[in-house]
């Protein structure tokens, strides 16, 4: 079992990526664990590539260095996925959540699904779309993440998007996170966790 | 309560929580946060009565809590990096004139060239100013050093700084315990000026001052900084009564009991050092870290008796004095004057360039193995190669460009690997 | 014994005190029980228009605030001269911080006598042509666009005197300073530069604006006690002569104060909300010529020959005042 889990999240500024890294630090939180989330930071530029840190640790979390060895890896906008190094540190056991509806191999990674651990596809914007009328995936993509690693529960998740975001926005965002934890869960139910 | 909230929303909640009655505000990254989560508090009427000013810069900010602080109202105000430089003459101003104004530096690097990431420049640039300048850890120390420092502004009738590092501890979202008001309320009474305008008993605040009585007026600013090492403890323990937890004061040490080894650093880099601290013991390292809290007025004395038994002091600061060296370096190895540790003095972390527990470990591994000159400033995780090519273009021709497009243009920023 | 007709002269308005004229009628300088705000004492220059200005706003607004009144000073002149240490002057709770921040340290004092509820405590904030309308001016057009409640008096002596008399942006054409010296073909000061701080200030669109001169203390006086009935943002911009610095004998500073206003160089007016509502007309248009005459500060265009083309120019500054502010009494209206 782990002791500390460090997940980091690549996006584009606009698609909630800061806003990931602190809800799944506040969900972590809610269940009793230490959570760290920062983001790399720049000028408030729409479209410009944003990475996002989210620490997890069952003990006080004190060192506040970048994530360069991650558990695992959410990349909300596929579009950065040929043109930075965004699996720099990503080790062997490291699992990937990319945002996309299309298969790996359409996207021409499938080697990626060889190098990590576990590497899952989540229709995240088109869920977003789905659920709140806009392609913000960032929740579908933590409850994603709660299936894959079981690191936070998605109940933890959804309490947290409720609290960020009061009334039916929070409503339709914890049911966006619900529907990509079945779809996530129900890929892996038969496979056995790393 | 304990929650898991942005650093900036927690420090204005802890701003909010002393009542302010005037706050001065002006945005500059990275303390955007505090002041526009204090702008909703007062909106709000969470917090009233206040009166918040959306001044036209720095200057002015500074310069409406010197008004406002003059006029009997507990005030505040918060910036970072070019806003604090922008301020200077104000910031003179409020500690020459005695005012118990409280300010939140976001420690930020100072340009040119421009740049929006942590550093301690700003803080370092203003270290004779005259305020007490504390530096916070955490954002837990950051909320606590807040109610600290009112308290000890008030008492001392000088103002004083918190710093906390820009974006690292800002924009952080960590658990954060903020108290209740009763609990402040009994912590912080309401402000009694020493001075303040009331047309009942006129008083000219402000006069000129000769060569005749200058002196004398200035020698009481340095008496009452060094009236506050002995107040700042006091309030650190006053607050640990208070609050339940230890926080603040003038030094924090980490195992640094039997260590042969020290690391000396301010702010949120503590936290990172303390790990790799931790990684070095269990190599059987004795290794051990200081945390100056109070950095003006500087504990000397404590600093020589946290770090006289260790073979070597190893300063890490996010700040240097071009043309001379470190800053914190130079802070420490004079109160070690005379004290056998080598001390070393190492520069890191400027413009927000991360400080990783690896390039840690390699300069603890190189200090510990006598592969540095003790004598020479280093640049931790310094590009050699891009110095030198800048170097030699600069020996080249006459027009060779401004420095920092050119090493941007080499580092190749746009569309390369680093994310 | 033969009859001789006998003359009265109406002292009028130019006298500091008037037995003719009933209590209510009087200038607060000539109340025995005035608050003598800026005492005697300090260390103006005889002449001083500005001291002398200091006085008559801010007894004006002591009486208007019945003592209930804090100041903000600006580095200069006013502030060297009132405090000298280990003296002061000031009779009022008084705060000098730095050169450019006055408007915003009155701000700061209006904000915390809000906010303890003292509401009943005005802030009165004071500078020099160049703490106002140079190094201060952010600040003031921050407290202005703020619609603070301050009123902030500028005491215009068209140049950083404090230091030596050197140019400002309220130094007009032509004038000689330590910077602006008329070599070879120059005239002094340029022309074409310089601001009006009471027109910058109008367009702020703050509740009141006024113009006034020493030489007019009723008129002074008035615009103080207009202002102290108002509550917001409010300027008053007050032409002061430095005998020193205009290089004028002390015992004119009056009467140049007065010539200012009848050339029309200086208008007198009163704005409310951006808009002129009151003027004070020009009795007798005097022309520049007999203004610049007094001060040494303009020798240089009335030498052997004079230079009457910058005197000209001077002269169009001041008919275009007149034209675009009404100053000139009309045929027919009093």
Not at chain 3, 21 to 29: F, I, N, P, T
Not at chain 3, 275 to 295: D, H, T
Request: glycine fraction near 10%; aromatic fraction near 6%.
């Amino acid at each position: 079992m782990w002791v500390v889990f460090q997940v980091r999240i690549h996006g584009r500024g606009g698609q909630g990526v800061v806003t990931a890294a602190e809800l799944l630090s506040v969900a972590a939180f809610l269940e009793g664990r230490h959570a760290q989330a920062f983001p790399t930071f720049g000028s408030e530029r729409t479209g410009a590539p944003v990475v996002a840190f989210c620490r997890i640790s069952e003990a006080p979390i004190r060192s506040r260095e970048p994530i360069v060895e991650p558990d695992a890896l959410i990349v909300q906008d596929p579009t950065l996925l040929h043109q930075v190094d965004l699996f720099g540190g990503v080790g062997p056991s490291g699992v990937v959540v990319v945002n996309t509806a299309r298969r790996l191999s359409d996207l021409g990674l499938n080697e990626l699904a060889e190098r990590f651990g576990r590497v899952v596809t989540v229709p995240a914007s088109e869920l977003a779309r789905e659920h709140l009328g806009r392609p913000l995936p960032n929740a579908a993509l933590l409850g994603g993440f709660a299936a894959l690693t079981g690191v936070v529960a998605l109940e933890s998740v959804q309490t947290a998007v409720r609290r960020r975001f009061p009334g039916a926005v929070g409503e339709r965002n914890a049911a966006a996170a619900a529907a990509a934890f079945a779809l996530v869960d129900a890929g892996t139910r038969e496979v056995a966790r790393a | 309560m304990r929650e898991q909230i942005e650093g900036s929303l927690a420090v204005a909640r802890a701003v909010a929580l002393c009542r302010p009655e005037v706050i001065s505000a002006y945005p500059i990254s990275p303390q955007t946060h505090i002041v526009e989560a204090l702008s909703d508090l007062v909106r709000m009427r969470e917090l009233a009565p206040c009166e918040y000013l959306l001044v036209e810069s720095e200057f002015a900010a500074m310069s409406a809590a010197i008004g406002a602080s003059a006029a009997g109202a507990r005030a505040y105000t918060a910036t970072a990096s070019q806003g604090l430089l922008y301020m200077a003459e104000a910031l003179y101003n409020a500690s020459g004139l005695g005012l118990p104004i409280v300010m939140t530096v976001a420690n930020r690097a100072i340009g040119a060239p421009i740049n929006i990431w942590n550093d301690h420049s700003d803080a370092m640039s203003q270290r004779d100013c005259g305020w007490v300048q504390l530096y916070a850890e955490s954002n837990q120390e950051a909320v606590d050093l807040h109610l600290q420092a009112f308290r000890l502004a008030e008492e001392l009738s000088l103002p004083v700084m918190v710093c906390m590092d820009g974006f690292v501890l800002t924009h952080a979202f960590e658990p954060v315990d903020l108290p209740a008001q009763s609990e402040v309320d009994a912590f912080l009474p309401p402000f009694e000026p020493r001075q303040v305008l009331d047309p009942g008993e006129p008083v000219t605040i402000g006069a000129m001052v000769g060569p005749e009585a200058f002196t004398e007026v200035r020698y009481l600013a340095h008496a009452k900084q060094m009236q506050a090492l002995d107040l700042i403890p006091d309030v650190a323990a006053a607050f640990a009564r208070a609050f339940g937890r230890p926080s603040g004061g003038l030094l924090r040490r980490y195992r640094t009991e039997d260590a042969d080894t020290i690391v000396v650093a301010l702010g949120s880099v503590l936290g990172t050092i303390e790990e790799v601290v931790d990684e070095l013991r269990e190599q059987g390292v004795r290794a051990g870290a200081l945390g100056i809290k109070s950095f003006r007025p500087y504990p000397l004395e404590e600093v020589r008796a946290a770090l006289g038994h260790a073979e070597r002091v190893v300063v890490v600061e996010k700040a240097f004095a071009v043309g001379i060296g470190g800053i914190v370096g130079q802070n420490v190895r004079l109160a070690l004057s005379g004290a056998a540790p080598e001390v070393f003095d190492v520069v890191a972390g400027l413009g927000g360039r991360p400080v990783t527990k690896r390039s840690l470990h390699a300069l603890l591994a190189d200090v510990i193995g006598g592969r540095l000159n003790p004598h020479r400033l280093v640049f931790l995780d310094l590009d050699r190669q891009l110095v030198e090519r800048e170097l030699a273009r600069l020996s080249g021709e006459r027009r060779s460009g401004p420095h920092a497009e050119n090493i941007l243009r080499d580092v190749g920023v746009v569309g390369g690997r680093s994310y | 014994m033969p009859h001789r007709p006998v003359k009265f002269f109406q002292v009028g308005s130019f006298a500091a005190g008037n037995r003719l004229l009933d209590e209510a009628g009087r200038s607060v300088q000539a109340d025995r029980g005035r608050s003598n705000t800026l005492t005697s004492g300090h260390r103006a220059c005889q002449g001083c228009g500005e001291a002398l200005g200091a006085r008559y706003v801010l007894d004006a607004a002591m009486r208007a605030t019945q003592g209930r009144l804090v100041a903000a000073n600006a580095t200069g002149c006013l502030e060297v001269f009132s405090t000298p240490y280990p003296e002061s002057s000031w009779q009022l709770p008084w705060l000098h911080s730095l050169f450019g921040n006055a408007p915003a340290v009155a701000t700061g004092m209006a904000a915390a006598l809000k906010a303890q509820g003292r509401d009943d405590v005005r802030v009165i904030a004071q500078g020099g042509d160049g703490g106002t309308l140079d190094i201060g001016f952010a600040c003031l057009s921050g407290m202005f666009e703020r619609n603070d409640d301050v009123l902030y008096v500028c005491y215009d002596n068209e140049a950083y005197m404090n230091t030596g008399v050197q140019r400002s942006g309220a130094t007009p054409p032509g004038a000689r300073t330590a910077t602006t010296k008329p070599v070879g073909d120059e005239p002094g000061n340029a022309f074409g530069q310089g601001k009006s701080a009471p027109l910058i200030a109008m367009a702020h669109e703050i509740p009141y604006v006024a113009t006034a001169t020493v030489a007019e203390l009723h008129d002074l006086e008035a615009k103080v006690e207009r202002a102290m009935e108002l509550h917001g943002a409010r300027y008053l911009h007050v032409l002061v002569p430095c005998p020193l610095g205009w290089g004028a004998e002390a015992r004119d500073t009056i009467r140049i104060a007065r010539l200012a206003k009848e050339t029309g160089l200086f208008p007198v007016l009163e704005a409310e909300h951006g808009e002129v509502v009151a003027v004070s007309k020009i009795r007798r248009q005097a022309p520049v010529e007999e203004y610049l005459r007094l001060q040494r500060r303009f020798a240089h265009l009335l030498g052997d020959p004079p230079r009457t083309d910058v005197i000209e120019r001077l002269q169009a500054i001041a008919d275009r005042n007149i034209r675009r502010f009404g100053l000139l009494e009309e045929e027919g209206q009093p």
